[in-house]
């Protein structure tokens, strides 16, 4: 069976900070349940689930409560923040 795709839907629209990080494959479900409940900081999207790159596209309102979040979560789930780059989507 294949698999359908979604990717002719934008991932975010609006100003957005984006950041890429490297996590462990297994980490990717769980860091994606504990960011839903931060509803609005940030909207995380698997970029890559086989080298587990995941991407968070976060408001320029939040940054500073998503690097908090970030920050304590890193202690539970190991992760490696590659990049951030600002985005007009």
Avoid at 18 to 39: H, N, S, W
Avoid at 48 to 68: C, H, K, M, T
Wanted: charged fraction near 30%; glycine fraction near 4%; proline fraction near 6%.
């Amino acid at each position: 069976m294949a698999v359908k795709r979604f990717s002719k839907y934008p991932v975010f629209s609006g100003d957005a900070i984006r950041f890429e990080a490297q996590v462990e494959t297994e980490a990717i479900a769980p860091l994606c349940r504990l960011m839903d409940i931060y509803e609005g900081v940030a909207f995380v999207r698997t970029k890559n689930p086989r080298q587990a790159i995941v991407e968070f596209w976060v408001s320029p309102f939040y940054l500073e409560d998503f690097r908090g979040i970030i920050g304590a979560l890193k202690k539970e789930i190991p992760m490696v923040i590659h990049d951030e780059r600002r985005e007009a989507v």
